[in-house]
C-alpha cells in the first residue's frame, strides 16, 4: 500500500493523482500500485508540486515494514541501521526556490516581463490575424460553417475587423442556437453565400500568419469550406495558440478558451460569438508575445 499527503500543491496535480490513487481525505491519497508507477508518480509530483508539499509512504523489506521520502524543508529522513526515521530540523533546510516547477518558471517570466514592459512594446506590435468560426456541429464534413470573425493588425499597427453570417441550406441545431445564439433567421436576413464569404476572407487575411485558439477545428471547417467552393485553401502560416497554453501553464482546470481567457486576465463578454471571440484570442497572442512565451 502507498499513502501520499499532499499541502497547498497546484489543483491539476491533486487531480492528476486520482488517476492512480483514491482521495480518502483532502489532500490523502490511498493506492496499490508498482514500484516503477510509484516512482515515476513521485518525480511527478516534483516537477509540478510549486512551493506545496509532499511525503510518501509506502510498503519496504526493512524492519518497519514501510519507507518514506518528503519534500519538506523542516524534516530530514535518515537511515538509522535499516530503519527508516524523520528528523525534526530546528532550521528548515530552505526554501523552495524560484523555478522549482515550470509553473514557478512562468510566473518568474512574467515578473522579469512587467520589468521589461518598453523592450517588449515593439513585440506586440506583430502583424497577425486573430480567427474563430462558429459552426453547426464539430464534424467539418457534415457540419457548416455559420459564421467567421477575424482581427488583423497590419505592419503598421492598424487594427480591422471582419464578421460574416453565412448562409447554409439546413436549419440550425437548437443546441447552436443556444450557444451562439445565432438563428436562421439572421443567416436568411444577414448572411451571405459560403463563395462570397470565404472570398472575402482571404482577401482580409492576405499573407498574415493566421493564430487561433484550438485553430487545428476551423482549419478543417476551412479546408472543406474552400473545396466545397472550388477555392484554393489559405496557405497562410496556421498558428495554434492551445499547445503555447499547456506547455508554460500546467494547473489550469482545463483548457478551454474562457477558463484560459480568465487565467490571462482578458474579458470576453459574448463567448461563441466568432468576432468576440476573435478579439479575445487576438488580445492572447499579444499576451503571450509580451512574456516572451510565443512569437510568430
Known sequence: ???ITLTKVPPALRGDLTKWYQEIQTGVYVGNVSARIRDLLWDRILQNIGRGEATMVYNAKNELGYQFKTTRKDRDVIDFDGIPLLMHLDVATGEVEHGFSQAAKFRQAKVMTRKNTVKNVSTAMTPL??????????????????SVGAVRRSAKGKID???????IDRKIPANIVALTSITDEMLVAQGVRLRTAMQELQVFVGDLAVVGYNLRFDE????TACRRVNQ????NRMVDLMPFIKKTNHFLDNYRLQTVLTEYGIENKTPHHSLAD????????D??????????
Open 287 to 296: 499576451k503571450l508575445t509580451k512574456t516572451g512565451t510565443f512569437q510568430i
Open 161 to 167: 475587423h471582419f464578421y460574416k453570417l453565412i448562409q
Open 220 to 223: 478543417g471547417f476551412l479546408a
Open 278 to 285: 476573435a478579439k479575445a484570442t487576438f488580445a492572447l497572442a
Open 129 to 146: 490575424v486573430a480567427l474563430d468560426l462558429e459552426t453547426t456541429g464539430v464534424d467539418s464534413a457534415q457540419d457548416a460553417i455559420i
Open 1 to 3: 500500500m502507498i499513502v
Open 232 to 235: 484554393p485553401t489559405l496557405t
